[in-house]
């Protein structure tokens, strides 16, 4: 049987929090399986492979004092802030079979977990949960994934009471999918579970 652990950290400065998930990651014995839970200050976190000046409002950024970090795994371009809650789940590489079972099994803990607070969410894609309002998908949770030859993680976001106004300010919407899905806007797609659970 797997060491289980789970790991809080009270920082919420996001280059050291990063850090922190990346040397847990390279440190951890493959045998463990591991929860980092952690939070961090008004920032932008862009993928390995973005480029920052296509996915964000640097100008803005600058002005507002918000911390610009870049990740060690893929994905989209995200605002964080304190009304965020951030999740990495690690284990070693042979006990996922393949990244989208690795994917489901988190979701399917991500889910059981929202569903015993009273909101019915969904898997939409590989990479976000989204709850259903009036006929529309709002997104409450994205993720990404990284690997290396022995492990891997899956580690994402799960809106609580985030600024929307500055996650709007701050990220540029893809324009292919504005185009093609029709999206009005950052703000338009995302949903802070604080609207969803009962007082």
């Known amino acids: 049987m797997p060491d289980l652990r789970v790991l809080l950290t009270e920082s919420d400065d996001p280059y050291l929090n990063l850090a922190t998930e990346d040397w847990i990651f390279n440190d951890m014995s493959c045998r463990s399986r591991v929860l980092f839970l952690w939070r961090n200050a008004p920032c932008v976190i862009v993928g390995r492979g973005q480029n920052v000046w296509s996915e964000c409002l640097t100008d803005q950024l600058e002005k507002d004092g918000v911390s610009l970090v870049r990740r060690h795994s893929g994905g989209g371009a995200v605002y964080q802030d304190l009304g965020n809650s951030c999740f990495t789940f690690m284990r070693a590489k042979e006990t996922a079979r393949s990244t989208k079972q690795l994917y489901s099994e988190n979701n399917q803990i991500l889910l059981a977990a929202l569903a015993r607070l009273g909101v019915t969410a969904e898997a939409s894609g590989r990479n976000d949960l989204v709850v259903e309002r009036s006929g529309e998908s709002y997104k409450i949770s994205g993720s990404a994934f990284k690997e290396s030859r022995d492990r891997c993680f899956h580690h994402g976001t799960m809106l609580l009471n985030v600024d929307l106004q500055r996650l709007s300010n701050y990220l540029t919407p893809d324009s292919q999918k504005l185009k093609s899905k ?15 659970l009962p007082e």
Do not use: A, F, P
Request: net charge positive; hydrophobic share 40%.
């Open 182 to 196: 029709g999206i009005k806007s950052v703000r338009s797609r995302v949903m802070n579970l604080g609207e969803l």
